[in-house]
T-cell receptor
Framework: GAVVSQHPSRVICKSGTSVKIECRSLDFQATTMFWYRQFPKQSLMLMATSNEGSKATYEQGVEKDKFLINHASLTLSTLTVTSAHPEDSSFYIC?????????????FGPGTRLTVL | GDSVTQMEGPVTLSEEAFLTINCTYTATGYPSLFWYVQYPGEGLQLLLKATKADDKGSNKGFEATYRKETTSFHLEKGSVQVSDSAVYFCALFSTGGFKTIFGAGTRLFVKA
Protein backbone atom coordinates (compact mmCIF):
# COMPACT_ATOMS: atom_id res chain seq x y z
CA GLY A 1 0.00 0.00 0.00
CA ALA A 2 0.80 3.73 0.08
CA VAL A 3 2.03 4.02 -3.49
CA VAL A 4 2.63 7.39 -5.09
CA SER A 5 3.30 7.77 -8.79
CA GLN A 6 4.72 10.65 -10.78
CA HIS A 7 4.45 11.37 -14.46
CA PRO A 8 6.52 11.89 -16.46
CA SER A 9 9.63 10.33 -14.99
CA ARG A 10 11.85 12.34 -17.27
CA VAL A 11 11.19 15.39 -19.45
CA ILE A 12 13.35 17.54 -21.69
CA CYS A 13 11.98 20.84 -22.88
CA LYS A 14 13.08 24.04 -24.54
CA SER A 15 13.65 27.22 -22.61
CA GLY A 16 10.48 29.30 -22.34
CA THR A 17 8.04 26.42 -22.46
CA SER A 18 5.89 25.14 -19.59
CA VAL A 19 6.02 21.66 -18.13
CA LYS A 20 3.39 19.90 -16.05
CA ILE A 21 4.26 17.14 -13.60
CA GLU A 22 1.56 14.95 -12.11
CA CYS A 23 1.62 13.30 -8.71
CA ARG A 24 -0.95 10.65 -7.87
CA SER A 25 -1.64 8.64 -4.74
CA LEU A 26 -2.73 5.27 -6.11
CA ASP A 27 -4.20 3.45 -3.16
CA PHE A 28 -5.00 6.08 -0.57
CA GLN A 29 -6.48 9.53 -0.32
CA ALA A 30 -3.87 12.22 0.19
CA THR A 31 -5.14 15.12 2.24
CA THR A 32 -1.78 16.82 1.86
CA MET A 33 0.81 16.68 -0.88
CA PHE A 34 4.29 18.14 -0.86
CA TRP A 35 6.58 19.17 -3.69
CA TYR A 36 10.34 19.05 -3.33
CA ARG A 37 13.29 19.93 -5.48
CA GLN A 38 16.56 18.05 -5.21
CA PHE A 39 19.87 19.17 -6.66
CA PRO A 40 22.59 16.62 -7.38
CA LYS A 41 24.01 15.06 -4.24
CA GLN A 42 21.95 17.33 -2.03
CA SER A 43 19.01 16.96 0.28
CA LEU A 44 15.42 17.73 -0.56
CA MET A 45 14.25 21.32 -0.58
CA LEU A 46 10.57 21.75 0.21
CA MET A 47 8.94 23.99 -2.36
CA ALA A 48 5.32 23.95 -1.30
CA THR A 49 2.60 22.17 0.61
CA SER A 50 -0.81 21.67 -0.91
CA ASN A 51 -4.10 20.60 0.59
CA GLU A 52 -6.94 19.37 -1.55
CA GLY A 53 -9.24 22.17 -2.61
CA SER A 54 -7.16 25.01 -1.25
CA LYS A 55 -4.25 27.14 -2.37
CA ALA A 56 -0.76 25.81 -1.91
CA THR A 57 1.52 27.20 0.77
CA TYR A 58 4.90 28.08 -0.71
CA GLU A 59 8.20 28.11 1.13
CA GLN A 60 10.15 31.32 1.33
CA GLY A 61 12.01 32.08 -1.86
CA VAL A 62 9.86 29.87 -4.09
CA GLU A 63 8.05 31.83 -6.82
CA LYS A 64 4.41 30.84 -6.76
CA ASP A 65 3.77 32.31 -10.21
CA LYS A 66 6.55 30.22 -11.68
CA PHE A 67 5.76 26.96 -9.91
CA LEU A 68 2.00 26.55 -10.13
CA ILE A 69 0.54 23.87 -7.90
CA ASN A 70 -2.96 22.50 -8.17
CA HIS A 71 -4.41 19.88 -5.82
CA ALA A 72 -7.71 19.22 -7.53
CA SER A 73 -8.61 15.95 -5.85
CA LEU A 74 -7.56 13.73 -2.97
CA THR A 75 -5.45 11.64 -5.32
CA LEU A 76 -3.92 14.16 -7.71
CA SER A 77 -1.65 17.17 -7.45
CA THR A 78 0.13 18.86 -10.33
CA LEU A 79 3.18 21.09 -10.49
CA THR A 80 3.54 23.29 -13.55
CA VAL A 81 6.88 24.92 -14.20
CA THR A 82 6.01 27.97 -16.28
CA SER A 83 8.41 29.56 -18.74
CA ALA A 84 11.11 27.11 -17.79
CA HIS A 85 14.77 28.11 -17.94
CA PRO A 86 17.94 26.02 -17.67
CA GLU A 87 18.30 26.90 -13.99
CA ASP A 88 14.98 25.12 -13.37
CA SER A 89 16.59 21.85 -14.40
CA SER A 90 16.40 19.59 -11.40
CA PHE A 91 14.89 16.45 -9.88
CA TYR A 92 11.38 17.16 -8.65
CA ILE A 93 9.85 14.82 -6.09
CA CYS A 94 6.35 14.81 -4.70
CA UNK A 95 5.08 13.15 -1.57
CA UNK A 96 1.68 12.52 -0.07
CA UNK A 97 0.33 12.17 3.44
CA UNK A 98 -2.94 10.44 4.18
CA UNK A 99 -3.93 12.18 7.37
CA UNK A 100 -5.39 10.39 10.36
CA UNK A 101 -2.97 8.61 12.72
CA UNK A 102 -0.23 8.53 10.07
CA UNK A 103 -0.44 12.18 9.21
CA UNK A 104 3.27 12.52 10.05
CA UNK A 105 4.36 9.96 7.44
CA UNK A 106 4.96 10.91 3.84
CA UNK A 107 5.06 8.55 0.89
CA PHE A 108 7.22 9.66 -1.98
CA GLY A 109 6.87 9.45 -5.70
CA PRO A 110 9.77 8.20 -7.85
CA GLY A 111 10.68 11.71 -8.98
CA THR A 112 10.73 13.60 -12.27
CA ARG A 113 13.96 14.70 -13.86
CA LEU A 114 13.47 17.96 -15.71
CA THR A 115 16.08 19.17 -18.17
CA VAL A 116 15.58 22.58 -19.76
CA LEU A 117 17.69 23.22 -22.83
CA GLY B 1 13.73 26.30 14.18
CA ASP B 2 13.66 22.56 13.90
CA SER B 3 16.68 20.93 12.29
CA VAL B 4 18.35 17.59 11.59
CA THR B 5 22.08 16.93 11.49
CA GLN B 6 23.50 13.69 10.18
CA MET B 7 27.01 12.50 9.60
CA GLU B 8 28.63 13.45 6.35
CA GLY B 9 29.42 10.80 3.84
CA PRO B 10 30.29 9.03 1.88
CA VAL B 11 30.55 5.99 4.08
CA THR B 12 32.30 3.05 2.46
CA LEU B 13 32.01 -0.40 3.99
CA SER B 14 32.76 -3.95 3.02
CA GLU B 15 29.91 -6.41 2.77
CA GLU B 16 28.83 -7.82 6.16
CA ALA B 17 30.33 -4.89 8.06
CA PHE B 18 28.44 -3.10 10.84
CA LEU B 19 26.80 0.19 9.90
CA THR B 20 26.10 3.24 12.01
CA ILE B 21 24.90 6.54 10.59
CA ASN B 22 24.58 9.20 13.25
CA CYS B 23 21.64 11.58 13.38
CA THR B 24 20.77 14.26 15.91
CA TYR B 25 17.91 16.68 15.91
CA THR B 26 16.70 19.95 17.36
CA ALA B 27 12.98 20.40 17.77
CA THR B 28 10.33 21.86 19.97
CA GLY B 29 7.78 19.42 21.25
CA TYR B 30 7.93 15.74 20.45
CA PRO B 31 8.48 15.14 16.77
CA SER B 32 8.20 11.85 14.96
CA LEU B 33 11.55 10.68 13.58
CA PHE B 34 12.23 8.90 10.32
CA TRP B 35 14.87 7.31 8.16
CA TYR B 36 14.30 7.39 4.42
CA VAL B 37 16.43 5.68 1.77
CA GLN B 38 17.00 6.86 -1.79
CA TYR B 39 18.38 4.53 -4.43
CA PRO B 40 20.03 6.05 -7.52
CA GLY B 41 17.59 7.86 -9.78
CA GLU B 42 14.61 7.16 -7.55
CA GLY B 43 12.45 8.93 -5.01
CA LEU B 44 12.63 8.33 -1.27
CA GLN B 45 11.33 5.24 0.47
CA LEU B 46 10.34 5.14 4.09
CA LEU B 47 12.77 2.82 5.86
CA LEU B 48 11.60 3.14 9.46
CA LYS B 49 10.03 5.53 11.94
CA ALA B 50 9.61 6.12 15.65
CA THR B 51 7.02 8.36 17.20
CA LYS B 52 8.01 8.69 20.85
CA ALA B 53 10.94 8.43 23.21
CA ASP B 54 12.55 4.97 23.51
CA ASP B 55 10.62 3.65 20.53
CA LYS B 56 12.70 1.49 18.21
CA GLY B 57 11.92 1.51 14.52
CA SER B 58 13.13 -1.45 12.49
CA ASN B 59 12.90 -2.72 8.92
CA LYS B 60 15.02 -4.91 6.63
CA GLY B 61 17.65 -5.40 9.33
CA PHE B 62 17.98 -1.66 9.97
CA GLU B 63 17.02 -0.20 13.31
CA ALA B 64 17.06 3.13 15.12
CA THR B 65 16.01 4.13 18.64
CA TYR B 66 14.42 7.46 19.52
CA ARG B 67 16.66 8.87 22.25
CA LYS B 68 15.12 11.97 23.73
CA GLU B 69 17.88 12.54 26.29
CA THR B 70 20.52 12.78 23.58
CA THR B 71 18.15 14.01 20.84
CA SER B 72 19.44 11.29 18.56
CA PHE B 73 18.10 8.69 16.15
CA HIS B 74 21.14 6.79 14.91
CA LEU B 75 20.66 4.22 12.15
CA GLU B 76 22.31 0.81 12.58
CA LYS B 77 22.55 -2.45 10.70
CA GLY B 78 24.52 -5.43 11.83
CA SER B 79 25.60 -6.73 8.44
CA VAL B 80 25.32 -4.60 5.31
CA GLN B 81 24.91 -5.90 1.78
CA VAL B 82 25.92 -4.45 -1.56
CA SER B 83 22.24 -3.79 -2.23
CA ASP B 84 22.16 -1.39 0.75
CA SER B 85 24.25 1.10 -1.22
CA ALA B 86 22.09 4.23 -1.33
CA VAL B 87 21.63 7.63 0.26
CA TYR B 88 20.06 7.63 3.70
CA PHE B 89 18.12 10.63 5.02
CA CYS B 90 17.26 11.23 8.65
CA ALA B 91 14.15 13.37 9.10
CA LEU B 92 11.72 14.69 11.65
CA PHE B 93 8.11 15.72 11.31
CA SER B 94 7.71 19.21 12.66
CA THR B 95 4.34 19.41 14.36
CA GLY B 96 4.60 23.20 14.55
CA GLY B 97 5.08 23.72 10.85
CA PHE B 98 3.36 20.54 9.70
CA LYS B 99 6.25 19.56 7.47
CA THR B 100 9.15 17.16 7.34
CA ILE B 101 12.66 18.45 7.96
CA PHE B 102 15.41 16.42 6.28
CA GLY B 103 19.05 16.00 7.08
CA ALA B 104 21.60 16.45 4.33
CA GLY B 105 21.75 12.75 3.54
CA THR B 106 24.55 10.21 3.93
CA ARG B 107 25.73 8.25 0.94
CA LEU B 108 26.63 4.64 1.69
CA PHE B 109 28.77 2.50 -0.58
CA VAL B 110 29.02 -1.20 0.19
CA LYS B 111 31.67 -3.13 -1.69
CA ALA B 112 31.70 -6.87 -2.23
Amino acid sequence: GAVVSQHPSRVICKSGTSVKIECRSLDFQATTMFWYRQFPKQSLMLMATSNEGSKATYEQGVEKDKFLINHASLTLSTLTVTSAHPEDSSFYICSAASGGPDTDTQYFGPGTRLTVL
Amino acid sequence: GDSVTQMEGPVTLSEEAFLTINCTYTATGYPSLFWYVQYPGEGLQLLLKATKADDKGSNKGFEATYRKETTSFHLEKGSVQVSDSAVYFCALFSTGGFKTIFGAGTRLFVKA
